[in-house]
């Protein structure tokens, strides 16, 4: 049972972006969700976007050195890049349909 009360203050500007927000919600609901991160995955949803983001990096660093080999004539095999990719493409699209 919800016995407690929390009050912020908004600009008005900022309470109607929260009610447009919040959609069809009520915005108390939509509110005590957000903040206690039940909507869109919350904290482990930024935390699945860094990883992602942190593992992409790490690709385009494999890139560079791939492309700065192939420049020089070196041999560089490639065949598992794809698999690499569409793995990642996968797991990107799992964080995004979590966080729409």
Known sequence: M??????????????ERLKTTAGTRRLSVWCRKVLL?????????????????????AIGNNLNQIARRLNTGEQVDIAALPLVIDDIKVRINRALRRVR
Do not use: C, M, Q
């Open 37 to 57: 991160n039940e909507l869109a995955g919350g904290a482990s949803i930024a935390e699945e976007l860094l990883a992602l983001r942190r593992e992409l990096s």
């Open 2 to 15: 919800k016995t407690e009360t929390l009050h912020i203050r908004v600009k008005p500007e900022e309470r």
